[in-house]
């Protein structure tokens, strides 16, 4: 997110939340595009680094079960940080299924 327009932040895990969220809302523009037929050049890995610039291929029904759930994110594999609350709830060769928990789920959920 653009140092801009980030809102103050009162812990990390807010921070890295805010992080995830900004390219989860990135990725959902390219699954529009997607849906109305145009290409998209693969969708960004939305892990809790901010300098990741990870690009992942997701077919249409990997898209819904990585947004089925407010708390779960796409990342390229080994991008998961097991001490920042998250867990990899599932393993494909090209990426990895994430999801927050605790603090970071709420504020996930609220930001979906």
Request: include cysteine; glycine fraction near 6%.
């Amino acid at each position: 997110m653009p140092e801009s327009i980030q809102p103050p932040f009162s812990s990390h895990e807010e921070r890295i939340a805010y992080n995830e969220s900004w390219f989860r809302e990135l990725n959902k523009r390219k699954a529009e595009w997607m849906k109305s037929g145009r290409p998209a050049a693969g969708f960004r890995c939305e892990c809790w680094r901010m300098e990741c610039g990870d690009r992942i291929q997701l077919s249409g029904d990997e898209w819904k079960v990585v947004r089925s759930q407010p708390n779960r994110f796409a990342v390229a594999p080994g991008h998961a940080s097991p001490e920042l609350a998250e867990s990899v709830i599932q393993e494909y060769p090209h990426f990895w299924i994430v999801e927050k928990q605790g603090e970071a789920k709420e504020i996930a959920e609220k930001l979906a």
